[in-house]
């Protein structure tokens, strides 16, 4: 939950990175996205993640985000590296470290679990970059900006799933703070079947419960006193956003990175296979 709410309020800082329109950093960030489910390429998903690596320096997030991924990325990775070998499908040119009955481990199934490995470490990387170095309000502002005047779309939409990321850390601490209450209350939640714990959980539901029917009528009350309309479609923001130059320019370079996936499509090198 730290983890969570120390990105949050890294993407608040001034860098950079973080002075760029929101809507380019989305841009950037869907192309990102799309790199490790076109290409599995371990030398090409290597140099994409260390480029994010070299932008978290500008970002001036380096040290913090390194700290993350360094937990993260053992995680992530190992649980790949030690069972993807034994599903690779087996073929007899494969250089095998062990083939015993049904189990069976080859260089080649470990490398291409290293593929495997490192497009998701590429997305994750791309993803916790995202998160420190972007506000989710100032996104939600400048979509709902964007969308109200372009497309005539009423700015509830992107303020519902902004506010849904915001207030998910509060409502993981008031989970936290009910559980240890009843723990301090002598309730064993941990003990048990399934079933028996499920019907433990049931009373720290009803507070739970009770939380958020408080969060949200506050919020409903906050709108209404900002006299805050759905049908309004033509309100004003108190940030206006303008798609500059370098905006464009940042936007760009997730593009370019799909279309040196595409080159390396059409050149036969985009898959892993290409080293096996």
Not at 30 to 55: A, G, K, Q
Not at 118 to 136: E, G, K, N, S, Y
């Given at each position: 939950?730290?983890?969570?709410?120390?990105?949050?309020?890294?993407?608040?800082?001034?860098?950079?990175?973080?002075?760029?329109?929101?809507?380019?950093?989305?841009?950037?960030?869907?192309?990102?996205?799309?790199?490790?489910?076109?290409?599995?390429?371990?030398?090409?998903?290597?140099?994409?993640?260390?480029?994010?690596?070299?932008?978290?320096?500008?970002?001036?997030?380096?040290?913090?985000?390194?700290?993350?991924?360094?937990?993260?990325?053992?995680?992530?990775?190992?649980?790949?590296?030690?069972?993807?070998?034994?599903?690779?499908?087996?073929?007899?040119?494969?250089?095998?470290?062990?083939?015993?009955?049904?189990?069976?481990?080859?260089?080649?199934?470990?490398?291409?679990?290293?593929?495997?490995g490192l497009r998701i470490v590429m997305a994750l990387t791309a993803c916790i970059f995202f998160v420190m170095t972007t506000d989710l309000m100032d996104l939600a502002g400048a979509l709902g900006e964007f969308m109200q005047n372009r497309?005539?779309?009423?700015?509830?939409?992107?303020?519902?799933?902004?506010?849904?990321?915001?207030?998910?850390?509060?409502?993981?601490?008031?989970?936290?703070?009910?559980?240890?209450?009843?723990?301090?209350?002598?309730?064993?939640?941990?003990?048990?079947?399934?079933?028996?714990?499920?019907?433990?959980?049931?009373?720290?539901?009803?507070?739970?419960?009770?939380?958020?029917?408080?969060?949200?009528?506050?919020?409903?009350?906050?709108?209404?006193?900002?006299?805050?309309?759905?049908?309004?479609?033509?309100?004003?923001?108190?940030?206006?956003?303008?798609?500059?130059?370098?905006?464009?320019?940042?936007?760009?370079?997730?593009?370019?990175?799909?279309?040196?996936?595409?080159?390396?499509?059409?050149?036969?090198?985009?898959?892993?296979?290409?080293?096996?």
């Amino acid at each position: 939950m730290t983890f969570v709410l120390q990105m949050l309020e890294t993407g608040k800082e001034k860098s950079p990175i973080h002075t760029l329109d929101p809507r380019a950093k989305l841009l950037w960030w869907i192309s990102l996205i799309i790199v490790p489910i076109l290409v599995t390429n371990p030398v090409f998903l290597v140099l994409v993640t260390l480029w994010i690596w070299v932008m978290a320096a500008v970002a001036r997030v380096a040290g913090r985000m390194y700290r993350m991924l360094i937990v993260g990325y053992p995680m992530m990775v190992g649980f790949i590296m030690l069972t993807w070998p034994f599903f690779y499908a087996p073929t007899p040119d494969q250089h095998y470290l062990i083939r015993w009955a049904f189990l069976h481990v080859s260089l080649e199934g470990i490398l291409y679990a290293l593929a495997m490995g490192l497009r998701i470490v590429m997305a994750l990387t791309a993803c916790i970059f995202f998160v420190m170095t972007t506000d989710l309000m100032d996104l939600a502002g400048a979509l709902g900006e964007f969308m109200q005047n372009r497309w005539n779309v009423s700015y509830m939409y992107p303020l519902m799933v902004i506010s849904s990321f915001k207030f998910l850390p509060e409502m993981s601490g008031d989970y936290l703070t009910v559980t240890d209450a009843f723990r301090s209350r002598a309730l064993d939640l941990d003990s048990g079947s399934f079933l028996e714990r499920l019907r433990k959980s049931a009373p720290v539901a009803l507070p739970l419960i009770d939380n958020m029917l408080r969060r949200a009528q506050s919020i409903a009350i906050a709108l209404e006193l900002k006299a805050f309309s759905t049908s309004n479609k033509k309100r004003t923001f108190y940030v206006q956003h303008h798609f500059a130059a370098r905006d464009l320019a940042f936007a760009l370079t997730g593009v370019l990175a799909i279309a040196l996936c595409l080159l390396l499509i059409g050149l036969g090198w985009a898959r892993v296979e290409a080293f096996l």
